[in-house]
């Protein structure tokens, strides 16, 4: 049942995943991937899958997500990482070699582990949401804002939190109006972000007020809101829509073996990728939850297999490789 | 002489400029770049100009140096960077704007500066150097050790700090031989990196002895040394040089305005892109002389962008924007 002793074992396969497998399989590690199955409610390649159009990653002008995950992962393959189309049940970082089970049954033993699991961005689930996901609908507003689609166009962002603010107030660049839906009577956010928010004549806020679903025909066309105080339920007209609720990192298999926030963010050690158990090396989205771009998690990922070499050379040195 | 008040004056043109570009640019905040003329002594695009041969960074399998500068710098453009081919002579941090003087005499002035002017390699500048630059020599082991030219070959390394040991360690793993050449009779490493050195088979210390000159027909073939102790000069057949004689951060047109390390690379908070000046932004190998990687630099001069974009809309809340 066991299998070798590898190297490094990564876990995830978005950007810093498949970062981190590119340099580790270049400086000769041999890294084994799990890509996951449905990990997280995402498919292998993370959230980019979910994406149609991306202009920000460096090197590219316009590049659909999928095509570039799928450039990432033949590039990590022509390196050399092995990969396996299946998602981690658990792992045990008692003690070294770490044990990586699949949910396959598997058991993989390891020297070192890359953590890369991203987070899930949060969204309400309304019926018709699936629907326009990414054709009006999206949960980055600094990705997705600058799109054609959505300039000069009223959109709805929903949440109450600084990040909400934060966001809206990004998309009131863009936007000719942009409505910040709140389900309650008092926003989270923190009072200069409140007063900004106030004071920022193209936000509009909405209080006491639900996302109850979405309409159109090809492209988001409106809203459907529910205020619950006045039991009150209408159709607003907006292009897109923007979930500001929080994401959730993908860490719950680790079962509290790795230090994390309070929110389930891996914490690492600043300016590194170190994390509270040595050998241990997290990347991406699962550790970061201020910038949260593909090119950011791709930087991690390289990081990470750079640390998780100069441990294999330093701490581990007389091992194989 | 005077221009109009810049929101973000973004000074290099690597990966993190223009990825700083990018993202600024799509977040309207109309970016002005300053991409040098030969600034430290390299072309504008950085160091990746000088490579031949990328298959590191992520979404391309393999690509030019300078084919993947130019990309990026087509995006930055296309997004609506605005390109200055100049370099800047010097800037002033001490009140707000600032006040960025490029060497053709003009003054501007920034809400917020972008620092991504990169590091140097240093390099011996033997004659034929030039000659052989790319086509077996090389100042960055991680880089460029796992090409096919120099799989199963003999390999020569110039330093003798830290950082020499790990890209001669390193580079055991595709080479049949490596030889570390130093100038003196020990080594400034750390005891324990010298006790690792000494272990390995695959590594040969040449003490006492210094780079005369290169040869070879189109690709490297040979170093001329000379032992200083015993005046003996004799040529050694390699196919590959690598310097580790370290970086030069190119921060002298700072004059001390921002915090730098003993070697003047800038200080940042960890974690961020924040230098010891509000308002002044540092990304890229500026600041990094531990990773130094094209995809990390990128990611670093995404966090700058998106750092600048939060400053302008916080604490300079109320400007034009």
Redesign the interface.
Known sequence: MNSPLENVVIIGSG?AG??AA??AA???LNPLMFEGFMAGGVAAGGQLTTTTEI???????S?GGPE?MH??R??AV??GTRIRTETVAKVDVSERPFKVYSEEGDVILAKTLILATGATAKRMRVPREEEFWQKGISACA?CD??LPLFRNQPLVVIGGGDTAI?EA??LT??ASKVYLVHRRDELRASK?MQQ?AFSNPKLELVWDTVLEDVFGERYLEGVKLRNGKLDRVWDMEVKGLFYAIGHTPNTAFLEGQIRTDESGYILTE??STLTSVPGVFAAGDVQDK??R?A?????????AA?DA??FL??EL?GGQ?
Request: hydrophobic share 35%; charged share 15%.
């Open positions: 950007p498949h970062t590119i340099y270049r400086a000769n202009e920000n990653f460096p090197g590219f002008v590049i570039l450039h990432m033949q590039q022509h390196c600094v804002g600058a934060e107030t990004y660049k863009f200069a900004r600043p300016g201020r910038y771009q090119v950011t998690s791709a930087g991690t990922g390289c990081m750079l070499e100069h050379a330093t040195a490789h």
